[in-house]
T-cell receptor
């Protein structure tokens, strides 16, 4: 069975500092990996996805993530945090085969300090 | 291009009642999935439909059901509501595997 672990339910950084949100996955087949962001009272917005092409994936709003098979990780980074980045971030995995089913991590709430 | 539309946005129901939630996917998207989001359990997969066929189902009781119409619009139904069914229900649509889901804003269901 697939699973996702997000290390740290809350992360706080200063405006302008590096953002690093950690995600480790477990999958018996080559995975598709996703990062989503959720602002209060809204749905999920796709930041980026890995689908077995380039291991360094660039997404929207300056975010990027690197797929490391040996570490089963897919950490999300942004060089310089903005106040508007404050939100909850979810890592998700799905398998290549069969129907689409996303398995989500528990989420990381990102706080940006001025 | 219109996004995924979920109606209604907010709903209050009484225990024992039933409820139907609606989702209109992005035009051309044939896959529609439903997720339940609660503070305690996080985001959990309910079911996925593709071209009117349920392809995958999560670990929820039979009180939770869904369907998809020929125009790809989908509904989910919860019968005999329980307090624990209070949650944000999210619908998502996709072209096909690997494209990633586009989520709607959700329907917040409160059971009293």
């Amino acid at each position: 069975a697939q699973s996702v672990t997000q290390l740290g339910s809350h992360v706080s950084v200063s405006e302008g500092a590096l953002v690093l949100l950690r995600c480790n996955y477990s999958s018996s087949v080559p995975p598709y990996l996703f990062w989503y962001v959720q602002y209060p009272n809204q749905g999920l917005q796709l930041l980026l996805k890995y689908t077995s092409a380039a291991t360094l994936v660039k997404g929207i709003n300056g975010f990027e993530a690197e797929f490391k098979k040996s570490e089963t990780s897919f950490h999300l980074t942004k060089p310089s945090a903005h106040m508007s980045d404050a939100a909850e971030y979810f890592c998700a995995v799905s398998d290549l085969q069969g129907a689409q089913k996303l398995v989500f991590g528990q989420g990381t709430r990102l706080t940006i300090n001025p | 291009k219109a996004g995924v539309t979920q109606t209604p946005r907010y709903l209050i129901k009484t225990r024992g009642q039933q409820v139907t939630l609606s989702c209109s996917p992005i035009s051309g998207h044939r896959s529609v999935s439903w997720y339940q989001q609660t503070p305690g359990q996080g985001l959990q997969f309910l079911f996925e439909y593709f071209s009117e066929t349920q392809r995958n189902k999560g670990n929820f009781p039979g009180r939770f059901s869904g369907r998809q119409f020929s125009n790809s619009r989908s509904e989910m139904n919860v019968s005999t509501l329980e307090l624990g069914d209070s949650a944000l229900y999210l619908c998502a649509s996709s072209l096909e595997t690997g494209y990633g889901y586009t989520f709607g804003s959700g329907t917040r269901l409160t059971v009293v």
